[in-house]
C-alpha cells in the first residue's frame, strides 16, 4: 500500500494466504496453497443451532441484525444490574450493613478490577476462539454475579434498626470515638464477590462482542451497529431505576420512608435479574463462529493505520498462534503512541462515568439535603437522556460525516475538552451545612460543640443509636425528638409534630399562626441552598460531552488497530 500504511491480508483480496490464516486447527495449517482464490466462506461460517440441530426458523436470525438483538438484550440487563440496582442500592447496602462511603466505593471499583484484570487475556484468547459461545459464559458469570449480590439479603437475619452503639473516649481528642464489631460488616466480602463474577461476566461482553459486531458488519455501519449496542446498554440504569419502586413502597419494617434507617427490598432486582440474564445463554449458544459472508466483509475493508512495523514482526514471528505469544502481542500495542493514547482517553472517560453513576445520587443527598430516593431519581433523570443523547449525537456525526481515523480523534478532544470544562462544575456546587444542634452550634446557647447531650435534654436519657433527625421551629436540626427535650406528640392525618421541646429556641418562622401549632417535625431542615437547578443543567450537558466521545474511542481503536493485533486490543 501507499502512503507508507500497512498492508493488511485480512482486508485484501484473498489469496491462498487468506485461506491459511483462517483455517482453524492444525488441518488447516497446510491447506493455504489450495485454498480459493476469491472469497470463500470462513470454515466456521455456518448454520445457527446447536450441532446437527439447526431448525429453519432459527436461520432468521443467523446474521448481524439477529447477534446485534441478542448482544444489547445482554447489555441491557448488565446495565440493569452494574449501572443501575447497585447504584441506587449503595445507600440502603450502607445502612443495612453497616459499611461507610470508603468500603462502599470498594464494591464498586471490584467491578472494573475485574475487568481490568481480565480483559486482556480473554480477548487474546476469544479472539481465536469462538465468541458467540464467550457472550454465553459472559451471560452465566452475569446471572451468577447478580445471584451472589442478593445472598446477604437471606443470610443476614432480620434488620435490627435500633442496635446499641458503643463508644470509648479519645484521649488525644477528647472526642468519644464509635467502636462497632458488627459482623453484618462481613458481607462486604459478598458484595465484593459479587461484582467480580460481574466484572467476569462483563469483559467478554464490551471486548469480543463489540469485536464480534466490527467482524460481521461492513465499515460504514460498524459505527452504527457498536453505537445502538451501546445505546442499548443505556436502558440498563434506567430499567434499573425502576427498582426505587421496591426502595419506596417494601420494608420488611413498620418505618415510614421519612424515616432515615427506612429499608426497601433492594434485592428484588438483582433476584428478577439473575433469571433472565441466565435465559440469554441459549441464543448465544447457538450462533456459529462467524456469521455468514464474513469473509467476503473482511476482503473489503481497507486499513486506516501507520506502518510501526508491528504489522512485519506479527507475520515475521507468527504471532498470536499460542499463549506463548502474548507478551510479545502485548509489547507491539504498548509501543504504539496513538493505539495507547486512545485507550487512556477511553480509561479517563470510564473513570469518570463509573463516578457518576455511583456516587451522583449521595452527593445529591448529602450537599443538598435530600432524600435518598429524590436523590436517585434526580441522578438517573440527568445521567441516562444525557448519555443516550451524548451517543445518538456522536454516532450520527461520525456516520453522516463519514469521518476517517484523524478527523474522529479531533472529534474526540474537543467533546473531551469541553466535557473537562463543565465537570469543574463539582468545585463550585457546594452549599453549606444547615444548623445542626450539639455538632456545628449549641443548643440554644447552652451546652458545648461535639456534644449531643446539653443541660435541657441531660435528664432524658437518649439513645446515640437511635437517629431520627426533627426540625425545630427555630430551623435547626436536631439528632432526634429525644436530644430535642420533646415530651410529646400529635398525630394529625398521618403526620406527626412534637411539641414541648425544651432545646428548641424561640421560632424564627413569622408568618401565620401555624408557626405556635408544632416546636419539630420529622425529618431534615430544608436546605436553603437554591443551586441545585444550576448544577444539573450543567451536569447534564457534561454528561452528553462526556459521551460523546464513548462510540467514537471505540471505532477508533477498531480502526487503526491492524487485523493480526486485534486479539490484545480490547480494554
Same mark, same amino acid.
Given at each position: 500500500?501507499?502512503?507508507?500504511?500497512?498492508?493488511?491480508?485480512?482486508?485484501?483480496?484473498?489469496?491462498?494466504?487468506?485461506?491459511?490464516?483462517?483455517?482453524?486447527?492444525?488441518?488447516?495449517? *497446510?491447506?493455504?496453497?489450495?485454498?480459493?482464490?476469491?472469497?470463500?466462506?470462513?470454515?466456521?461460517?455456518?448454520?445457527? *443451532?446447536? *450441532?446437527?440441530?439447526?431448525?429453519?426458523?432459527?436461520?432468521?436470525?443467523?446474521?448481524?441484525?439477529?447477534?446485534?438483538?441478542?448482544?444489547s438484550l445482554l447489555a441491557v440487563f448488565q446495565g440493569i444490574v452494574v449501572n443501575g440496582l447497585i447504584n441506587i442500592s449503595i445507600s440502603t447496602i450502607?445502612?443495612?450493613?453497616?459499611?461507610?462511603?470508603?468500603?462502599?466505593?470498594?464494591?464498586?471499583?471490584?467491578?472494573?478490577?475485574?475487568?481490568?484484570?481480565?480483559?486482556?487475556?480473554?480477548?487474546?484468547?476469544?479472539?481465536?476462539?469462538?465468541?458467540?459461545?464467550?457472550?454465553?459464559?459472559s451471560a452465566f458469570m452475569l446471572g451468577l454475579g447478580s445471584l451472589v449480590f442478593s445472598l446477604p439479603h437471606f443470610s443476614s437475619g432480620k434488620y435490627?434498626?435500633? !442496635?446499641?452503639?458503643?463508644? +470509648?473516649?479519645?484521649?488525644?481528642?477528647?472526642?468519644?470515638?464509635?467502636?462497632?464489631?458488627?459482623?453484618?460488616?462481613?458481607?462486604?466480602?459478598?458484595?465484593?464477590?459479587?461484582?467480580?463474577?460481574?466484572?467476569?461476566?462483563?469483559?467478554?461482553?464490551?471486548? &469480543?462482542?463489540?469485536?464480534?459486531?466490527?467482524?460481521?458488519?461492513? #465499515?460504514? #455501519? !460498524?459505527?452504527?451497529? $457498536?453505537?445502538?449496542?451501546?445505546?442499548?446498554?443505556?436502558?440498563?440504569?434506567?430499567?434499573?431505576?425502576?427498582?426505587?419502586?421496591?426502595?419506596?413502597?417494601?420494608?420488611?419494617?413498620?418505618?415510614?420512608?421519612?424515616?432515615?434507617?427506612?429499608?426497601?427490598?433492594?434485592?428484588?432486582?438483582?433476584?428478577?435479574?439473575?433469571?433472565?440474564?441466565?435465559?440469554?445463554?441459549?441464543?448465544?449458544?447457538?450462533?456459529?463462529?462467524?456469521?455468514?459472508?464474513?469473509?467476503?466483509?473482511?476482503?473489503? +475493508?481497507?486499513?486506516?493505520?501507520?506502518?510501526?512495523?508491528?504489522?512485519?514482526?506479527?507475520?515475521?514471528?507468527?504471532?498470536?498462534? !499460542?499463549? %506463548?505469544?502474548?507478551?510479545?502481542?502485548?509489547?507491539?500495542?504498548?509501543?504504539?503512541?496513538?493505539?495507547?493514547?486512545? $485507550?487512556?482517553?477511553?480509561?479517563?472517560?470510564?473513570?469518570?462515568?463509573?463516578?457518576?453513576?455511583?456516587?451522583?445520587?449521595?452527593?445529591?443527598?448529602?450537599?443538598?439535603? #435530600?432524600?435518598?430516593?429524590? !436523590?436517585?431519581?434526580?441522578?438517573?433523570?440527568?445521567?441516562?437522556?444525557?448519555?443516550?443523547?451524548?451517543?445518538?449525537?456522536?454516532?450520527?456525526?461520525?456516520?453522516?460525516?463519514?469521518?476517517?481515523?484523524?478527523?474522529?480523534? #479531533?472529534?474526540? $478532544?474537543?467533546?473531551?475538552?469541553?466535557?473537562?470544562?463543565?465537570?469543574?462544575?463539582?468545585?463550585?456546587? %457546594?452549599?453549606?451545612?444547615?444548623?445542626?444542634?450539639?455538632?456545628?452550634?449549641?443548643?440554644?446557647?447552652?451546652?458545648?460543640?461535639?456534644?449531643?447531650?446539653?443541660?435541657?435534654?441531660?435528664?432524658?436519657?437518649?439513645?446515640?443509636?437511635?437517629?431520627?433527625?426533627?426540625? *425545630?421551629?427555630?430551623?435547626?436540626?436536631?439528632?432526634?425528638?429525644?436530644?430535642?427535650?420533646?415530651?410529646?406528640?400529635?398525630?394529625?392525618?398521618?403526620?406527626?409534630?412534637?411539641?414541648?421541646?425544651?432545646?428548641?429556641? +424561640?421560632?424564627?418562622?413569622?408568618?401565620?399562626?401555624?408557626?405556635? &401549632?408544632y416546636e419539630a417535625v420529622p425529618g431534615k431542615c430544608p436546605t436553603k441552598c437554591k443551586l441545585l437547578p444550576l448544577f444539573l443543567v450543567f451536569f447534564?450537558?457534561?454528561?452528553?460531552?462526556?459521551?460523546?466521545?464513548?462510540?467514537?474511542?471505540?471505532?477508533?481503536?477498531?480502526?487503526? $488497530?491492524?487485523?493480526?493485533?486485534?486479539?490484545?486490543?480490547?480494554?
Amino acid at each position: 500500500m501507499k502512503g507508507g500504511g500497512i498492508k493488511n491480508p485480512a482486508f485484501d483480496t484473498p489469496s491462498s494466504d487468506f485461506g491459511q490464516q483462517y483455517r482453524a486447527g492444525p488441518a488447516g495449517a *497446510g491447506a493455504g496453497a489450495a485454498a480459493p482464490a476469491g472469497p470463500g466462506p470462513y470454515p466456521e461460517e455456518g448454520p445457527c *443451532g446447536w *450441532g446437527p440441530c439447526a431448525p429453519r426458523a432459527l436461520q432468521f436470525c443467523n446474521n448481524a441484525k439477529g447477534y446485534l438483538a441478542a448482544y444489547s438484550l445482554l447489555a441491557v440487563f448488565q446495565g440493569i444490574v452494574v449501572n443501575g440496582l447497585i447504584n441506587i442500592s449503595i445507600s440502603t447496602i450502607e445502612k443495612r450493613y453497616e459499611l461507610n462511603s470508603s468500603l462502599t466505593g470498594l464494591i464498586s471499583a471490584s467491578y472494573d478490577i475485574a475487568f481490568c484484570l481480565l480483559s486482556l487475556f480473554v480477548s487474546y484468547l476469544g479472539e481465536r476462539g469462538h465468541k458467540p459461545r464467550w457472550l454465553a459464559f459472559s451471560a452465566f458469570m452475569l446471572g451468577l454475579g447478580s445471584l451472589v449480590f442478593s445472598l446477604p439479603h437471606f443470610s443476614s437475619g432480620k434488620y435490627q434498626y435500633g !442496635s446499641k452503639i458503643e463508644g +470509648k473516649l479519645n484521649h488525644s481528642t477528647g472526642l468519644c470515638v464509635v467502636c462497632t464489631s458488627s459482623p453484618l460488616r462481613n458481607y462486604l466480602y459478598v458484595f465484593i464477590l459479587g461484582q467480580l463474577l460481574l466484572g467476569v461476566g462483563g469483559t467478554p461482553l464490551y471486548t &469480543l462482542g463489540t469485536s464480534f459486531i466490527d467482524d460481521s458488519v461492513p #465499515k460504514h #455501519k !460498524s459505527s452504527l451497529y $457498536i453505537g445502538v449496542g451501546y445505546a442499548m446498554s443505556l436502558l440498563g440504569p434506567a430499567i434499573g431505576y425502576v427498582n426505587l419502586l421496591f426502595l419506596n413502597y417494601f420494608s420488611s419494617t413498620k418505618m415510614d420512608q421519612d424515616d432515615p434507617r427506612w429499608l426497601g427490598a433492594w434485592w428484588i432486582g438483582f433476584l428478577a435479574c439473575f433469571f433472565a440474564i441466565w435465559l440469554l445463554i441459549i441464543p448465544f449458544s447457538c450462533f456459529p463462529k462467524h456469521l455468514p459472508g464474513t469473509a467476503k466483509i473482511q476482503a473489503e +475493508k481497507i486499513p486506516e493505520t501507520h506502518d510501526d512495523g508491528g504489522q512485519v514482526l506479527v507475520q515475521t514471528n507468527d504471532i498470536g498462534q !499460542s499463549f %506463548k505469544d502474548f507478551p510479545m502481542a502485548l509489547l507491539i500495542l504498548l509501543r504504539n503512541p496513538v493505539l495507547m493514547s486512545l $485507550i487512556v482517553a477511553s480509561s479517563s472517560e470510564a473513570l469518570v462515568a463509573t463516578g457518576f453513576a455511583t456516587f451522583l445520587p449521595k452527593f445529591i443527598e448529602n450537599q443538598f439535603g #435530600k432524600s435518598s430516593s429524590f !436523590s436517585a431519581t434526580l441522578g438517573g433523570l440527568v445521567l441516562i437522556p444525557g448519555a443516550a443523547l451524548g451517543q445518538v449525537i456522536s454516532g450520527v456525526l461520525v456516520s453522516r460525516r463519514k469521518m476517517d481515523l484523524k478527523s474522529i480523534i #479531533k472529534f474526540m $478532544i474537543v467533546t473531551c475538552t469541553v466535557a473537562l470544562i463543565l465537570n469543574t462544575v463539582f468545585l463550585f456546587a %457546594k452549599c453549606g451545612n444547615e444548623p445542626f444542634a450539639g455538632v456545628s452550634e449549641t443548643y440554644n446557647g447552652t451546652g458545648t460543640l461535639y456534644n449531643l447531650t446539653a443541660p435541657c435534654n441531660a435528664n432524658c436519657r437518649c439513645l446515640r443509636s437511635v437517629y431520627y433527625p426533627v426540625c *425545630g421551629s427555630d430551623e435547626v436540626q436536631y439528632f432526634s425528638p429525644c436530644f430535642a427535650g420533646c415530651a410529646s406528640y400529635l398525630l394529625n392525618n398521618m403526620k406527626k409534630t412534637y411539641h414541648n421541646c425544651s432545646c428548641i429556641g +424561640k421560632s424564627k418562622r413569622r408568618n401565620g399562626s401555624e408557626d405556635f &401549632l408544632y416546636e419539630a417535625v420529622p425529618g431534615k431542615c430544608p436546605t436553603k441552598c437554591k443551586l441545585l437547578p444550576l448544577f444539573l443543567v450543567f451536569f447534564f450537558f457534561a454528561v452528553v460531552f462526556t459521551f460523546m466521545s464513548t462510540t467514537p474511542s471505540t471505532v477508533a481503536i477498531l480502526r487503526y $488497530i491492524f487485523w493480526s493485533a486485534r486479539k490484545v486490543t480490547f480494554f
